[in-house]
């Protein structure tokens, strides 16, 4: 049996989970499980589902404990009470992958009973971190193991309100803590939400905690029914879905732990039916923090297009979010200090959704070792504050091939010119951009290019010149410090972008949003690709340029500096729409929320958006009525 210390040591990762016996890890386990379902956690959900879990479903995969529903707490009540309807465990997806698994299944189904995948409609709403409840009217119940929970309707005597003050009666819900309120008024006293919502719902006298933020309105108890959702088409949901998340999980002031999904069509849920564990018409996709304890082999230096030494720590192979991990971003060498980040270190590696792997601490530190010359060209590395830089800014070719890679990243409308061939082209005396423009298909056979292979670079570079593109995009791809998109386009709506190359810093520093270090940055990095900028320029570049603020056309337009959404079928592309919306000075947005102005519909609208437009007082347009007010 695992002592106290043992116990600690293992939730605070001083004993690695690599170094616990299968019995060490099952049990840590089940007491973390018993902890969580008390209010009393002794891990935290992240690690426990990322870290403990996993490694105990590679270990022993067939254990009775990963197959049961997690039960809440046997300490509310002895006396366990049917529950009015089964409260099952939601079953988990942490990537899109495992989400369109759930939507192939939902598809299967519905042939089988000849629904059609048009007619199906999905509902999200956020997944809350709270004790899971049914309330029949008469009693409240904990979930307990799904079939029989505990009367906990005292919560209900003491004082406890509903969410938006509405009936009882509702069903399943969870009791919570507003965010804000944990935060301000209760963070300090209570490690965790949980440890505090325990002390609403158990048998035992409330505390002066409980007891304020009941009367604050704190403390609730939020029926599912309650809550904001989303719903929608299979289709809306597939192109919208990251949107959707995270519209619905900045949508409340609660702890949340992922949105929950699930087929509103009551033949299709039926049919579909549960496990012992899940309702298969349900899923919760909670975001992929998955987490390892990995050891380095080594720290190797890497210099990037601004000259910034990055340290990435090759590591063992590691099996994270279905992907094998090699390698990760020690992101700079002041904390590769800090940290004693070094060959034969062990870390924790996270890898969140889809995206690159993340060293989220150091467990055990190691010798580090600082390079003392660049890796690309060997000059003698500086230090700018935490960063190691190779000053040799012009003829470093790491840092040279590394801009010509960002243009072409950045301009996204071509895609033939990526690290390899940029990389061929450098080794042939390539140095700027501009220089690839010039290029024809004889020199880049003579470059060991192929012919075929010559001429498709050659049309990329024709049709990434005859398509039309944004000019804050066309700047922002010069990879000018501090001119990102969003910088970009703000200088570009105050000058135009044949006058800001002509800018003092004074000039630059009054525009809203620049400070004076950060215009003085952008003065000598235009100076530095100017000569760049109109060679380009002078190949016929296609820029759209964008609205000045004090464009005269501007008062006249009544949708200036609106943020408006397109949806449905239009008369034309809604990129197209989108694009001329854009060049005056509309903002664009993908989804409803309460900062849109304007819907602008079309033919065959999801109804989602429409609700959420009227529960929004969002004005609602047709296509013809909106291009009507726009010429006007």
């Not at 403990?52 to 039960?71: C, G, N, W």
């Not at 470093?396 to 301009?411: E, H, N, S």
Request: charged share 25%; glycine share 8%; with cysteine.
């Amino acid at each position: 049996m695992l002592t106290k210390k043992q116990i600690q040591d293992i939730a605070n990762e001083n004993t690695l989970v690599s170094d616990l016996s299968d019995f060490d890890l099952l049990e840590f386990c089940i007491l973390a499980n018993e902890g969580y379902r008390s209010g009393n956690p002794i891990v935290t959900d992240e690690n426990y589902d990322f870290i403990f879990i996993p490694e105990l479903k590679k270990r022993l995969p067939s254990h009775p404990f990963l197959q049961k529903v997690e039960a809440e707490s046997e300490g509310f009540s002895d006396e366990k009470i049917k529950l009015p309807e089964k409260m099952l465990s939601t079953d988990k997806a942490y990537t899109w992958g495992e989400i369109e698994k759930w939507l192939e299944r939902i598809s299967k189904f519905s042939e089988e009973i000849n629904v059609l995948l048009s007619e199906i409609q999905i509902k999200g709403t956020a997944k809350l971190d709270g004790f899971a409840g049914y309330d029949d009217g008469k009693k409240l119940y904990t979930r307990g193991d799904g079939n029989k929970g505990s009367d906990i309707s005292r919560v209900f005597q003491r004082g406890l309100g509903i969410l938006n003050e509405s009936e009882r009666g509702q069903g399943p819900g969870e009791i919570v803590v507003k965010r804000s309120y944990f935060e301000s008024h209760l963070s300090s006293h209570f490690e965790y939400p949980r440890n505090f919502q325990a002390s609403l719902i158990k048998e035992k006298e409330l505390d002066k905690f409980a007891r304020d933020a009941i009367d604050a309105k704190a403390a609730l108890f939020v029926p599912f029914k309650q809550l904001p959702f989303w719903q929608g088409s299979i289709d809306e949901f597939k192109n919208q879905f990251l949107d959707i998340v995270i519209g619905l999980e900045g949508g409340v002031d609660f702890d949340i732990d992922g949105v929950v999904f699930e087929i509103v069509n009551p033949e299709l849920k039926e049919f579909m039916g549960s496990n012992r564990k899940f309702h298969r018409w349900q899923i919760a996709y909670k975001e992929n923090k998955e987490k390892a304890q990995v050891k380095v082999i080594s720290v190797t230096a890497q210099v990037g297009r601004t000259g910034k030494i990055t340290p990435v720590a090759e590591l063992e192979p590691t099996q994270l979010s279905g992907a094998t991990i090699y390698r990760a971003t020690g992101h700079h060498y002041g904390l590769v200090k800090e940290q004693g980040l070094g060959a034969g270190s062990v870390v924790e590696l996270t890898r969140s959704g889809m995206v690159i792997p993340k060293i989220n601490k150091v467990l055990k530190t190691a010798e580090v070792d600082i390079p003392l010359n660049c890796p690309s060209c060997n000059s003698l590395l500086t230090w700018d504050s935490d960063f190691l830089m190779c000053p040799n800014i012009n003829a470093c070719p790491d840092q040279v091939a590394g801009k010509m890679i960002y243009f072409f990243r950045i301009l996204a409308n071509n895609d033939g010119f990526g690290q390899v061939t940029i990389k061929k082209l450098y080794d042939e005396g390539i140095r700027q951009v501009s220089d690839i423009y010039l290029l024809n298909v004889d020199e880049l056979v003579s470059m060991g290019f192929g012919e075929k292979t010559s001429q498709n670079l050659i049309d990329q570079l024709d049709r990434s010149r005859q398509e039309s593109i944004e000019d804050w995009r066309f700047l922002a791809a010069f990879g000018v410090q501090r001119l990102g998109m969003g910088n970009c386009e703000n200088l570009l709506k105050n000058y135009s972008i044949e006058k800001v190359f002509n800018l003092s810093v004074d000039e630059i520093a009054n525009i809203d949003g620049f400070a004076e270090l950060t215009a003085e940055l952008i003065f000598y990095g235009l100076l530095s690709i100017k000569s760049q900028y109109e060679v380009l320029v002078s190949g016929g570049f296609d820029l759209e340029k964008t609205l000045l603020i004090n464009d005269k056309n501007a008062s006249a337009n009544p949708f200036y500096s609106k943020k408006i959404v397109f949806t449905g079928t239009m008369s034309q592309s809604r990129s197209d729409l989108e694009k001329q919306a854009k060049s005056q000075g509309i903002s664009v947005a993908k989804s409803v929320s309460s900062k849109t102005d304007f819907l602008i519909i079309g033919e065959n609208v999801g109804q989602s958006k429409m609700n959420k437009a009227k529960n929004h007082d969002v004005a609602i347009l047709s296509e013809s009525e909106y291009l009507k007010k726009l010429n006007t």
